[in-house]
C-alpha cells in the first residue's frame, strides 16, 4: 500500500498557542489529502479536505479560521491549529487517496496534540 | 443525515474461532465500503475494500457485501489474539469521495 507519514507524532504546547501538523504521501502524489480528528473511544470525524492549489473545504461545525489548511505541493499537506485550547487536544489523522484507485484512503500514523 | 451503524462491543471469540462484524449503512446509493482495524493510539490500517454484492476474500478475512439490505461483514477465520483491534467499516456515499465511518466494533480474541 501506499505510505502516508505525519510529523510530528505527538506534542504538547501551552493554551493560546499553535501548533503546525505536516502530512506527506512518500510514494505518490497526492492532490486530495483528508484531515480527521479522533477523540477517545470514539471514532474518527472528518474536519476537512485539502485539496492542492486550491482552499481546503471544511466540514460542518469546523471552524476554518482556527484550523488553517494548507496544500502547497502534490506531496504535502499541512494543518495549522491556531490558538490552541485544552478542548482541541485529540489525535489528528490525514489520509490520502491513490490517484486512479478506487477511493482506497490510506492513513499517517496520527499526531497526538496535548494542550496543557 | 448520511450515517453507518456498528455494533460497538466489545464482541469476545476464542482463539480459532470466526469473528463476524456488521455494518450497516442509510444511503443506498453508496459505491465503495471499506473494513480498517484500528489498534489502540494507532492510525486506522486498511483491511479490505468491497465495491460489489457478494463475498471477497483476502486470506483469513472476507467481506460481504448486500446492497439490497445495505450492509456489509466483515469475518475473520481462525481468530488470534493479534486480531484484538476496533474494526471500522468506511463508506462512500453516493456523489462523494469522502469515508463515513462507524463507531467501529471493538474485538477480543481470547487465547
Known amino acids: 500500500g501506499a505510505v502516508v507519514s505525519q510529523h510530528p507524532s505527538w506534542v504538547i504546547c501551552k493554551s493560546g498557542t499553535s501548533v503546525k501538523i505536516e502530512c506527506r504521501s512518500l510514494?505518490?502524489?497526492?492532490?486530495?489529502m483528508f484531515w480527521y480528528r479522533q477523540f477517545p473511544k470514539q471514532s474518527l470525524m472528518l474536519m476537512a479536505t485539502s485539496n492542492e492549489g486550491s482552499k481546503a473545504t471544511y466540514e460542518q461545525g469546523v471552524e476554518k479560521d482556527k484550523f488553517l489548511i494548507n496544500h502547497a505541493s502534490l506531496t504535502l499537506s499541512t494543518l495549522t491549529v491556531t490558538s490552541a485550547h485544552p478542548e482541541d487536544s485529540s489525535f489528528y489523522i490525514c489520509s490520502a487517496p491513490l490517484a486512479g484507485g478506487q477511493n482506497e484512503q490510506f492513513f499517517g500514523p496520527g499526531t497526538r496534540l496535548t494542550v496543557l | 443525515q448520511k450515517e453507518v451503524e456498528q455494533n460497538s462491543g466489545p464482541l469476545s471469540v476464542p482463539e480459532g474461532a470466526i469473528a463476524s462484524l456488521n455494518c450497516t449503512y442509510s444511503?443506498?446509493?453508496?459505491?465503495?465500503f471499506f473494513w480498517y482495524r484500528q489498534y489502540s493510539g494507532k492510525s486506522p490500517e486498511l483491511i479490505m475494500s468491497i465495491y460489489s454484492n457478494g463475498d471477497k476474500e483476502d486470506g483469513r478475512f472476507t467481506a460481504q457485501l448486500n446492497k439490497a439490505s445495505q450492509y456489509v461483514s466483515l469475518l475473520i477465520r481462525d481468530s488470534q489474539p493479534s486480531d484484538s483491534a476496533t474494526y471500522l467499516c468506511a463508506v462512500t456515499p453516493s456523489g462523494t469521495y469522502k469515508y463515513i465511518f462507524g463507531t467501529g466494533t471493538r474485538l477480543k480474541v481470547l487465547a
Open positions: 444511503d443506498r446509493g453508496s459505491q465503495s
Open positions: 510514494d505518490f502524489q497526492a492532490t486530495t
